[in-house]
């Protein structure tokens, strides 16, 4: 554990130490869910400045998503 603080306003809570539930540290299950889900950083600025970005993107996920698929499919 290490030291930190709470601190609440109207809008927000902000959490300055680790948040462990149960046992289990949230930022690493955060981690781990992004990880499982194939969510890369998307920037959506750039993306609207360059609409090819949004579709290579597009493109990336869907084929990145299919390999894993099917390397799972090969392996069982």
């Known amino acids: 554990m ?4 709470i601190v609440s306003d ?3 809570v902000t ?3 680790d948040l462990i539930v149960q046992g289990r540290d ?8 992004h990880q499982s889900m194939l969510l890369l950083p998307r920037d959506q600025k750039l993306q609207d400045k360059y609409p090819e970005l949004k579709e290579a993107y ?3 996920q869907d084929l990145y998503r299919g390999v894993l ?3 799972k ?3 069982t």
């Open 2 to 5: 290490t030291g930190g603080s």
């Open 26 to 33: 949230i930022l690493n299950e955060l981690d781990n869910l």
């Open 69 to 71: 698929i099917a390397d």
């Open 10 to 12: 109207d809008d927000k």
């Open 58 to 60: 597009d493109a990336y």
């Open 73 to 75: 499919m090969r392996n």
């Open 15 to 17: 959490i300055s130490t």
